[in-house]
């Protein structure tokens, strides 16, 4: 089979004010980065329209590290969508330049599901990645240049919360020192790099409702404490403003096309394992404006992307999926029930057998939000009939709809059953009004147990002495109602990323706490999660490389 580059070359692009049009967006509105990438301006959002259209989530269960396959399958069920007559839209998050040159080469999907232009979609897209660096960072610089300026009066901070960012995978930069050289250069500090995705500018960008919201968050953002143990924010620094104007155009969504020409949004990029894991509210918004049918997804497993997804942005939002669909693989299951890495490709009934506790366990934590459940199987060429069919067996013991799907080598011809199977479990079963894991009013600590016992299955949780400080300073804040976003690996329920299949018994260790005034959420740190990823020993950059004027590599 072709790679997903040369998949993606070989499909004529249709100029992106066509695409559009097609779905509805007035011609003149569209704001072109190019022939084939727009941004879409706000207004156009009709709140009345979304009320009537239908969302969906895919998610996953606890992926490897070679992932599960959650956006291939999210465009994948558009493209099949609209194969079948409906009128459907993804909305996807943005890529980050980290994953793109260390692990992944590339995350727009792939095979005959794919996001388009790839190559653009990867790398510098519309530059929303780099406002957001910008921002960030002219934020530490204003910041480092207030309490150089106030260095001696007693205007000056005695406690300092906000680092930079860069997107890279970075890991010297995790923990550094700056303003060495001589008082010119600054106040020594000790600060440290959080990569973009975790940037709490990121996390605004991502839940703002329009241009007011985001600069009301940005001036609410937290920077650190005065000696009168008094809170500094942007506000307090007078550049609310300044920083909002960085983001203007960066807040609009990202119109692109599918391989097969039809609408997608793809907006923002928070990271679910140290972030709330989901693209904008508003290309969400944007998307059930114009689609009957909208996909969306959220990152890494259901424990960690669909928790945040459910408490944190259909909350903040006011949005309730119509469906869940959970994505599994052969490769993911075995993993789970035992099987070596190395061998998780070999047939292995009773592997899959052993992994689908983990799946059950994802469908329980689903079903707890109110969701009705489907089970789709991303198909690759390794699995076997056996295999497949004891997951579909399984999923008909449990009365749960389960479908496979081989969009990845088929497009939507690939999806046009698991398109069936929703749109007829959205007209006779749809999910019932959206349940959260705790309420606004629980303390922070309640909301922590309720997260790392129902969804995780943690026997207990443990705080360090920061931690403890930091939930003090929340409360006098009087910030407590503020949803919780769980920083952990992706890997495990457990704070541990080798203990596969469904961990039992475990205990969860609460390391810091971080404040997210402006985007409104408390990210708790667990285990030895980091903000600023590592590079592993054969990164994906080795690969990425210009030959004759075309990119390879990215797949």
């Known amino acids: ?54 969302l969906i989530l895919v998610t996953a269960i606890t992926p490897t590290k070679a992932g599960i396959g959650k956006t291939t399958v999210s465009i994948g069920l558009a493209l099949g969508l609209n194969r079948i007559g409906k009128k459907a839209v993804v909305a996807l998050r943005e890529p980050s330049l980290g994953p793109v040159f260390g692990m992944k080469g590339g995350a727009a999907g792939g095979g005959y599901a794919q996001v388009l232009p790839m190559e653009n979609i990867n790398l510098h897209f519309t530059g929303d990645f780099h406002a957001i660096t910008s921002a960030h960072n002219t934020i530490t610089a204003l910041l480092d240049n207030y309490i150089y300026q106030t260095r001696d009066s007693c205007e000056g901070l005695k406690e300092i919360k906000w680092k930079r960012v860069l997107d890279v995978n970075d890991r010297s930069l995790r923990n550094i020192v700056s303003g060495l050289g001589g008082q010119a250069n600054g106040i020594p500090t000790e600060t440290g790099f959080d990569i973009t995705p975790a940037s709490e500018i990121m996390a605004i960008l991502c839940l703002a409702t329009d241009l007011d919201d985001l600069k009301r968050r940005i001036g609410n953002i937290l920077l650190g404490y005065t000696y009168n143990d008094e809170p500094f924010t942007v506000k307090d620094l007078g550049i609310a403003g300044a920083i909002t104007v960085l983001l203007k155009d960066a807040l609009h969504p990202n119109l692109v096309q599918t391989t097969e020409n039809t609408a997608a949004f793809v907006h923002g990029g928070p990271f679910a394992n140290i972030a709330h ?21 959220a990152g890494f497993g259901a424990d960690l992307g669909a928790e945040k997804f459910f408490n944190i942005k259909c909350r903040k939002a006011g949005l309730s999926p119509q469906l869940t669909v959970i994505v599994a693989t052969a490769q993911s299951l075995k993993l789970h029930g035992g099987v070596a890495e190395k061998r998780i490709k070999e047939p292995n009934l009773k592997g899959i057998e052993s992994g689908l506790a983990n799946l059950d366990k994802h469908i329980d934590n689903m079903k707890t939000f109110g969701q009705q459940v489907i089970v789709t199987f991303n198909r690759f060429e390794t699995d076997t009939e056996e295999e497949i069919a004891l997951v579909a067996q399984h999923c008909r ?159």
């Open 1 to 54: 089979m072709k790679s997903d580059i040369e998949i993606a070359r070989a499909v004529p692009l249709r100029k992106i004010k066509e695409v559009a049009t097609d779905l509805g967006i007035p011609r003149e509105e569209v704001q072109n980065y190019g022939k084939y990438i727009a941004k879409i301006p706000l207004r156009l959002i009709d709140e009345g329209a979304i009320k009537k259209h239908h």
């Open 277 to 297: 894991g989901c693209n904008s509210i508003l290309a969400t918004k944007m998307a059930l404006t114009y689609g009957d049918y909208v996909i969306t997804e």
């Open 397 to 555: 013991q449990r009365g749960v709809g389960f479908v496979v799907n081989n969009v990845f080598a088929e497009g939507g011809n690939g999806g046009k059953e698991l398109a069936e199977l929703v749109v007829d479990t959205i007209e006779k079963n749809p999910s019932g009004s959206l349940r959260y894991t705790y309420e606004n009013e629980d303390s922070v600590k309640d909301k922590i147990s309720k997260v790392s016992e129902k969804i995780y299955g943690a026997s207990s949780v443990v705080y360090t002495t920061l931690a403890e400080k930091k939930l003090k300073q929340i409360e006098s804040l009087g910030i407590s109602h503020y949803p919780i976003c769980i920083a952990k690996t992706q890997y495990s329920f457990s704070s541990d990323p080798k203990a596969y299949g469904v961990a039992k018994g475990f205990e969860l260790k609460v390391r810091d706490i971080i404040i997210n005034n402006g985007a409104e959420m408390i990210v708790i740190i667990m285990g030895e999660i980091m903000r600023m990823p590592g590079l592993p020993k054969d990164p994906q950059a080795k690969k990425i490389d210009i030959v004759d004027g075309e990119i390879e590599g990215l797949s």
